[in-house]
């Protein structure tokens, strides 16, 4: 394990002591998981639009100001991407609220939505539903208040605005990293048989030169 995973797994397990305590282990994942998807998608937008955008020495969000040139920038990005956010909705302006102890759950409510909404009719319609169904905003789990959940929630996002997904980096795999490691840590910790759809990245390497030794041995 590199020392960058060591790094990306205590943030991780510190996200996750955030919400121990408030449900079952097993459920940690299914928010965890759903905001690190948030995040990874809403950066890697950002990431090309600010691309895109730079030769016109232009903001997505002063882009967005222009309806017509909002509307061809959504057909660009939902062709290439196979989904559209709207600035306001973008990972790092949510944080922004919670850093401010601003209410966000409504945003974030919305957020999830738009995201799935906005690739319907869209080849990647498919990847995107249901993405986010296990990410109960209103469960009771969260607190009692609407504000305790608020509380909670803001805490989680802004923990989790500290992992870099470094997607400049093609090497690198963080999403991928974060995902094995609570599917991994918390499907067993939770008592189930993580087995049955999760295969530890040691076991996988194995069987693969198991596969070769006996492909060049034929």
């Given at each position: 394990?590199?020392?960058?995973?060591?790094?990306?797994?205590?943030?991780?397990?510190?996200?996750?002591?955030?919400?121990?305590?408030?449900?079952d282990a097993g459920e940690f994942k299914n928010y965890m998981l759903g905001f690190i998807f948030y995040k990874f998608l809403s950066e890697k937008l950002e990431a090309f639009i600010n691309s895109e955008l730079e030769s016109?020495?232009?903001?997505?969000?002063?882009?967005?100001?222009?309806?017509?040139?909002?509307?061809?920038?959504?057909?660009?990005?939902?062709?290439?991407?196979?989904?559209?956010?709207?600035?306001?909705?973008?990972?790092?302006?949510?944080?922004?609220?919670?850093?401010?102890?601003?209410?966000?759950?409504?945003?974030?409510?919305?957020?999830?939505?738009?995201?799935?909404?906005?690739?319907?009719?869209?080849?990647?319609?498919?990847?995107?539903?249901?993405?986010?169904?296990?990410?109960?905003?209103?469960?009771?789990?969260?607190?009692?208040?609407?504000?305790?959940?608020?509380?909670?929630?803001?805490?989680?996002?802004?923990?989790?605005?500290?992992?870099?997904?470094?997607?400049?980096?093609?090497?690198?795999?963080?999403?991928?990293?974060?995902?094995?490691?609570?599917?991994?840590?918390?499907?067993?910790?939770?008592?189930?048989?993580?087995?049955?759809?999760?295969?530890?990245?040691?076991?996988?390497?194995?069987?693969?030169?198991?596969?070769?030794?006996?492909?060049?041995?034929?």
């Amino acid at each position: 394990m590199s020392e960058d995973q060591q790094k990306l797994f205590q943030k991780l397990w510190d996200i996750a002591n955030i919400l121990r305590g408030k449900m079952d282990a097993g459920e940690f994942k299914n928010y965890m998981l759903g905001f690190i998807f948030y995040k990874f998608l809403s950066e890697k937008l950002e990431a090309f639009i600010n691309s895109e955008l730079e030769s016109d020495n232009i903001t997505f969000d002063k882009a967005c100001e222009d309806e017509e040139f909002k509307h061809e920038l959504m057909e660009e990005i939902l062709k290439q991407l196979g989904f559209f956010l709207e600035p306001q909705y973008l990972f790092r302006n949510l944080v922004a609220k919670a850093e401010k102890k601003e209410f966000i759950l409504a945003d974030l409510d919305k957020t999830l939505k738009n995201i799935e909404q906005s690739t319907l009719g869209q080849e990647s319609e498919e990847d995107f539903i249901g993405l986010f169904d296990d990410v109960d905003l209103q469960s009771g789990k969260l607190g009692r208040s609407e504000n305790d959940k608020n509380r909670t929630i803001s805490e989680i996002l802004k923990k989790l605005n500290q992992i870099d997904f470094n997607l400049h980096d093609s090497n690198v795999d963080v999403l991928g990293d974060a995902y094995e490691f609570l599917i991994g840590a918390f499907a067993s910790d939770a008592g189930k048989k993580a087995g049955e759809f999760y295969t530890p990245q040691q076991v996988s390497k194995i069987l693969a030169k198991l596969v070769t030794i006996y492909y060049w041995k034929r």
